[in-house]
């Protein structure tokens, strides 16, 4: 089991940056594949980028060249630094764990509006 809480959201301007961060418990966190998810009012959970406990990573087309996903395996953390932000990133943004089972964080909001 691992538990995990997202932190690093808020409001930023369009072309802003902002970088989220997710630290997690409970478990060995260098076994998981772990991700970045979103979710706009009214729309569905979406992908926005993973890497593997390996450290391989994918994106979402829409979020590739301005979006990056890292890991430090030290201190249990996985990281998502946005740049170039634009209104349509805003959403809540949940970090997620991947063995076997998914595991949830609680989300953290990111508002990019002028």
């Known amino acids: 089991q691992v538990q995990l809480v997202e932190s690093g959201g808020g409001l930023v301007q369009p072309g802003g940056s902002l970088r989220l961060s997710c630290a997690a418990s409970?478990?060995?966190?260098?076994?998981?594949?772990m991700g970045w998810y979103r979710q706009a009012p009214g729309k569905q959970r979406e992908l926005v980028a993973t890497?593997?406990?390996?450290?391989?990573?994918t994106y979402a087309d829409s979020v590739k060249g301005r979006f990056t996903i890292s890991r430090d395996n030290a201190k249990s953390t996985v990281y998502l630094q946005m740049n170039s932000l634009k209104p349509e990133d805003t959403a809540v943004y949940y970090c997620?764990?991947?063995?076997?089972?998914?595991?949830w964080g609680q989300g953290t909001q990111v508002t990019v509006s002028s």
């Open positions: 409970g478990s060995i966190f260098s076994s998981y594949n």
């Open positions: 997620n764990a991947n063995k076997i089972f998914d595991h």
């Open positions: 890497i593997t406990s390996r450290g391989r990573t």
